[in-house]
């Protein structure tokens, strides 16, 4: 598929999954049936007046893998295509794409607002890291759009929101929020990660700029870290290019191949677990060793009627919290035999985490009742295994929960 065709694709409106499979890819003189791993740092010049011209930006061609890679273009392509923006870049890890996205187009004194249910990581960043750097920081709940009103100053240039949060499954109202943000001037930059582009497509409600850990459900065989900014051109080639050109925090093109491969099969993963998801959501708000379920698409989700607007389906992750707490947490996990336990998610592999002794186990504890990061909270990954093989071990579990109280 050539460049042209590239952009035949999008006047035609492909199918998403039409995409996942063929969007990007360019083929080598070898014509290659699948996506060529170009596993090289650098590239050579016919003559040093060509090496001029492409420095010069005279003369197409790549010049050195930290500015940019074949393999590494093409998932910037196709993920770019996946949720229609106009530009994508990579970087090595989820968290570096937040990072960059956050940091780069931000100076001494501006002012970025972020909702607070926050993947560990990114409230390290927003709430320790930019501070140091002179960027005011304001957290609010991110559910209440009042307070992000509130909140915005003169000086206010971003608005940061993860929609389902991590752990406790929250939604907020990305158009909304993006309103707010552009009657002040600022962007809105939303993570994507746990409902990936199947199921939520966030520039469609307003976002500015979407990232992504493809280390979740883009990989999904649980094997490479990665990450990926998606915005307007001139937002990338002004804020985040320099950035990642001269900072260096770049994909590595054995893990752009890997998740090439991994995108092929996203929507049909990403759907098998999402069903598998909400009937063991279901299993698990029916049993007595349990408080309390999240999960989007169930009505008893306190932003249910929002959730259904927004997203295609609820998603792979299940949240609940045990009647017996911690202990009864702990009973829970070891009494698991199919699904492990790891504080990963997005892997074909169901995998289940206490969040209060891992994921957050650095938040005071005040701070993590704030975000609902209880004693007894569980989060369950859903992955592709038979259903009926989760639901029965979950419930087996389930019970083991009950035994310690
Ligand atoms: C995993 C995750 C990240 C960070 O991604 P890495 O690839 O692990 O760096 C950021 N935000 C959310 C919501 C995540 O789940």
Redesign the pocket.
């Given at each position: 598929m050539t460049d042209e065709s590239q952009e035949d694709q999008s006047k035609h409106m492909l199918g998403l999954e039409t995409i996942l499979v063929r969007g990007g890819q360019t083929r080598s003189a070898h014509k290659e049936t699948s996506e060529a791993l170009f596993l090289t740092s650098g590239f050579v010049y016919d003559s040093a007046e060509e090496a001029e011209a492409r420095f010069k930006g005279e003369a197409p061609g790549y010049l050195y893998g930290r500015y940019a890679n074949p393999t590494n273009t093409m998932l910037q392509e196709r993920l770019r295509a996946l949720d229609g923006a106009q530009a994508c870049r990579l970087t090595a890890?989820?968290?570096?794409?937040?990072t960059a996205a956050l940091i780069a187009p931000l100076r001494c004194g501006d002012h970025v607002i972020a909702g607070k249910a926050?993947?560990s990581?990114?409230r390290w960043v927003i709430e320790t890291f930019m501070p140091r750097y002179g960027i005011e920081v304001t957290l609010v709940d991110s559910t209440d759009l009042a307070a992000w009103k509130v909140a915005i100053q003169p000086n206010t240039k971003m608005l940061f929101l993860?929609s389902p949060?991590?752990p406790t499954l929250e939604i907020s109202d990305i158009e909304a929020i993006a309103a707010i943000a552009h009657s002040a001037g600022a962007r809105l930059i939303v993570?994507n990660?746990?409902a990936s582009p199947i199921l939520q497509r966030p520039f469609e409600h307003g976002a500015d700029v979407v990232?992504y850990?493809?280390?979740?459900h883009m990989d999904g065989a649980g094997r490479t870290?990665?990450?990926a900014i998606l915005g307007l051109s001139s937002f990338i080639e002004e804020h985040i290019d320099p950035y990642l050109r001269h900072t260096g925090p770049a994909m590595s093109p054995f893990v752009a191949w890997n998740v090439l491969k991994g995108l092929e099969t996203l929507s049909m993963r990403v759907e098998r677990a999402s069903d598998s998801a909400a009937k063991l959501s279901d299993l698990i708000a029916n049993h007595k060793a349990v408080r309390a379920v999240r999960y989007p698409f169930r009505p008893d989700h306190p932003h249910y009627e929002l959730a259904k607007r927004q997203m295609k389906s609820g998603g792979t992750l299940v949240a609940f919290e045990l009647v017996g707490g911690k202990k009864a947490a702990f009973a829970f996990l070891d009494a698991l035999k199919i699904v492990d336990i790891s504080n990963n998610?997005?892997d074909s592999k169901s995998l289940a985490t206490h969040p209060a002794t891992t994921t957050h186990y650095s938040f005071a504890p005040d701070v993590q009742l704030d975000l609902g990061v209880t004693p007894g909270l569980i989060r369950l990954s859903v992955g592709i295994e038979a259903c009926d093989d989760l639901c029965r071990d979950i419930a087996v579990a389930l019970d083991a929960a009950l035994t310690v109280e």
């Open positions: 890890s989820g968290m570096a794409a937040v926050l993947f990581s990114c993860e949060s991590n993570d990660i746990f990232v850990s493809t280390t979740k870290l990665g990450g998610l997005g």
